[in-house]
């Protein structure tokens, strides 16, 4: 594998810190042209990107479509429809103090971007934060992950079709690489991956008191009320779980289910994921497997411990290291200090709690970081408001689980260890650029109020205005 050079990415560098200012004042126009054509190139080559992600991942073109592709695709038209609004100036609300003042905010680029991608979702993730940053008006160095080869080729061949390498550049590469590239002065930083390396980005960032944009992880809880179609849920709960062999940041990590459901939920875990995957999902073309052997020991390694320590395996608990493949799995009795429990799972295996009362789920949960996502799965307002209300997350989806990234007016983002700050649609938009606050004085300047020498006069303009206000 050919990585980038840092004689290479010194020069990228150099060449798109020249190329600031006229990303900077490119006008509405051009950038809904550059957009334009990144859709139509990602248009083109559909096939081939399925063909990649099936290479880097085994996943099959429906997946690829509606993980991948379709989600940037939609990005891409949303920004399109919107951008000629985003980029206007936002006026403020009139204030009787500041009468004669026009207030807005003004949307500038924050110049030169890097963007760190991980290899989960190679190619949706890099392009949808890609394309906020176009939008406004910034050039972008695109990092992406060594551990999906054949979807990075095709992203670079479509970025070198609209793209001049001083706009935005892909670069090759590992820990060196990345390295490289942190030590270097970025007006903005949008890193998505574990909150381990996001401490590490962000402490690269302070050095330079560059902006970051971190997306994390965590151990996003599903909790099930009693009153609920427990069939539906668990159909909708496998979907959200084991799609990209449960790969996703946002997937279902661990359940939280009312101890009387048991039976009922255990059986009907095995029942449709049968019917899912058929018996042998091994052969199934609907299931993918997981990037590479460090990831399949991981789990291979935390399920393993998870059984010696007394787990219940459900459903599942195959694997096969020479295909990479961990069965869709479902655990119970899985012990607290076992990795499953301890750290963010990222694979097909879901581990089940049962709780008594509802306040011993959300305690569960408190005791924890604060995950990038919480679904909850209930019948009565009352009880959602209520586990809304005792817990935080990044976001949260009820009756569902995942869909809450679609919505186009939703941002995305986790809160402290599951991230900082937000993407997507106008709030990618805002991320990437700087919010300029400017006061435009008419007439008369309001601060003659209170010039030099201070009198009795100015004492008693102060009681008026603190009286008026």
Request: hydrophobic share 40%; glycine share 6%.
């Amino acid at each position: 594998m050919s990585y980038s050079s840092l004689s290479e990415i010194d020069s990228i560098y150099h060449a798109q810190l020249k190329f600031k200012k006229e990303a900077k004042f490119s006008s509405y126009q051009k950038r809904i042209s550059w957009l334009k054509d990144l859709l139509k190139e990602i248009t083109l080559r559909e096939a081939e990107i399925q063909r990649a992600l099936y290479d880097d991942f085994h996943k099959s073109a429906i997946e690829s479509e509606i993980t991948e592709i379709l989600a940037v695709e939609l990005e891409l038209k949303h920004i399109i429809r919107n951008l000629g609004k985003w980029m206007q100036d936002q006026g403020v609300k009139w204030r009787l103090l500041l009468g004669n003042t026009r207030a807005y905010m003004h949307y500038e680029p924050k110049g030169n971007a890097l963007i760190i991608s991980p290899w989960n979702y190679p190619f949706q993730l890099p392009l949808v934060h890609l394309a906020s940053c176009i939008a406004a008006g910034n050039t972008a160095i695109l990092k992406l992950s060594e551990f999906s080869p054949h979807t990075n080729g095709v992203i670079k061949k479509i970025i070198q079709r609209v793209f001049s390498a001083e706009h935005v550049t892909i670069i090759e590469g590992s820990v060196v690489e990345a390295t490289y590239l942190l030590k270097l002065k970025f007006d903005h930083i949008h890193f998505t991956g574990s909150p381990q390396v996001g401490k590490i980005i962000m402490q690269a960032a302070s050095k330079n008191l560059s902006d970051v944009t971190l997306e994390l992880g965590g151990k996003s809880p599903a909790i099930i009320d009693r009153n609920v179609n427990l069939k539906k849920v668990v159909k909708n709960i496998i979907w959200a779980k084991f799609v990209n062999a449960g790969q996703t940041c946002i997937a279902p990590d661990y359940l939280l289910v009312h101890k009387h459901q048991k039976n009922e939920i255990e059986e009907l875990f095995k029942q449709e994921i049968e019917l899912a995957f058929g018996k042998e999902p091994q052969n199934s073309p609907d299931y993918a497997r997981i990037i590479n052997d460090k990831q399949f020991d991981r789990l291979q390694s935390a399920l393993e411990d998870a059984v010696s320590l007394g787990a219940k395996v459900i459903s599942g608990g195959a694997m096969v290291r020479s295909e990479r493949y961990i069965a869709p799995t479902v655990v119970t009795r899985v012990a607290l200090t076992n990795p499953l429990m301890t750290d963010e799972i990222f694979g097909p295996v879901l581990p089940i709690i049962y709780y008594e009362k509802i306040n011993q789920a959300i305690d569960f949960i408190a005791a924890n970081e604060k995950p990038l996502a919480l679904y909850i799965f209930s019948k009565d307002s009352h009880f959602c408001k209520h586990v809304i209300a005792q817990t935080s997350a990044g976001s949260t989806c009820i009756n569902d689980a995942m869909i809450q990234i679609m919505h186009p007016s939703l941002p995305f983002g986790g809160v402290n260890h599951s991230g900082i700050g937000q993407s997507t649609g106008w709030f990618g938009f805002k991320s990437f650029s700087h919010q300029r606050a400017v006061a435009d004085v008419k007439i008369y300047p309001i601060s003659a109020l209170f010039w030099f020498p201070y009198t009795e006069k100015t004492y008693q303009v102060l009681k008026w205005i603190k009286k008026l206000f």
